[in-house]
């Protein structure tokens, strides 16, 4: 492990720890029996059947991500989806266990297999994080606008504006983003090399590596082949979307107590985008920030104030579902393919 990642690990165990404090300091009452028997609910009725139904629905997420990663290479070469399903399920047991650097776990094992550059797949890869961002933008802006009379909670009686107000903001970020692609895909190259020139007297180094990203990204822009490709990109990222946003209703409806049953796709939305946040600081195996965000938002009398013991055991499985029950299939596929995560790990370094 490089100083550099050991340095970043603590600031996030730092970081955890406080939020962790911070969040059971005004839990001084937390009934451990309470959470154990809400939790044992899961085992009656349909509770099983649900969580099992969610776990399905992410597993296709990233056959679906397979199909979009191949809908970005057409420009460049004929990948099967019998080769790219197995990667998004390495590249996300990567994520799962390694945290953050996992992510390039899924750029450098296509790059390896399709016999491509790791500089053309990470451009993808930006690519398809703007899709990404996009499309949950999409629904939540549908889910703000549209659905807003559905939402009955006391900070919307006391700040109406504020989802109207988050809406607004993801739509700029989004035509923000979407207009800085835009602008390096028609003049990226004259960009690149007019940053080099000017930076080159301060550090050539940086100013290289800042160009270099930069004809990447551009380079990556070119594997959107025409509209028809375009419309297909942002059909699979919509579907990928609210795939995600089915299996988080099925997993809380996987809870008899009506505080979660009564949740449906549009107030889902609001729990995704917490977890979204709060994954931006987490621990590679355990998580820590996007659980402590849906639970804080799930108990927070000011949103949906479901009881504390049923808001952890939520946000618990919800990570589980959602993030490390990939792990057993992706690792049963990486040893199917001679490959190992840790040695995969420090390749990537």
């Known amino acids: 492990m490089t100083t550099k990642r050991i340095l970043m690990l603590l600031v996030v165990v730092a970081v955890l720890a406080v939020l962790v404090y911070f969040q059971f300091r005004t839990w001084e009452r937390f009934d451990w029996g309470t959470f154990r028997e809400v939790t044992g609910d899961l085992s009656r009725g349909r509770g099983i059947r649900h969580i099992l139904i969610a776990i399905a629905l992410i597993f296709f997420t990233y056959w679906l991500r397979a199909v979009r990663w191949k809908i970005f290479l057409k420009p460049v070469c004929r990948a099967s989806l019998r080769s790219l399903t197995p990667t998004q399920f390495i590249g996300f047991t990567g994520l799962a266990l390694l945290g953050r650097p996992g992510e ?13 550059t790791m500089s053309s797949q990470m451009a993808v890869w930006t690519v398809e994080r ?54 390096i895909h028609w003049r990226g190259r004259t960009f690149a090399d007019w940053l080099e020139t000017k930076l080159s007297p301060l550090s050539p180094r940086i100013a290289g590596a800042l160009a270099h990203k ?21 059909g699979v990222s919509l579907a990928i979307w609210f795939l995600i946003a089915l299996a988080y209703r099925y997993v809380l409806h996987a809870y008899p107590q009506p505080e979660l049953r009564q949740m449906h796709v549009p107030q889902v939305m609001l729990l995704m985008a917490s977890s979204m946040v709060g994954s931006m600081i987490q621990l590679p195996a355990i998580g820590g920030g996007s659980q402590l965000a849906v639970i804080s938002m799930l108990s927070s009398p000011e949103w949906f104030n479901v009881p504390k013991e049923l ?31 840790s040695k995969l790990s420090k390749q990537i370094e």
Do not use: C
Not at 214 to 229: E, M, P, V
């Open 104 to 116: 390039l776990m899924r750029p450098y094992l296509i790059a390896r297999k399709e016999g491509l």
């Open 130 to 183: 703007i899709f990404d961002i996009g499309a949950f933008t999409v629904l939540m802006s549908i889910d703000v606008f549209a659905f807003q009379d559905r939402f009955h909670m006391h900070v919307l009686q006391t700040h109406p504006q504020i989802l109207r107000d988050a809406g607004l903001a993801l739509v700029g970020l989004v035509a923000g983003l979407s207009l800085i692609a835009m602008f």
């Open 214 to 234: 930069i004809r990447a990204f551009r380079d990556g822009l070119n594997t959107i082949q025409d509209g028809k490709s375009f419309l297909q990109l942002a």
């Open 311 to 341: 808001a952890v055991s939520a946000g618990i499985l919800l990570w589980l579902v959602t993030f490390m029950t990939v792990i057993p299939v992706g690792l049963a596929l990486s040893r199917h393919e001679h490959l190992s995560i």
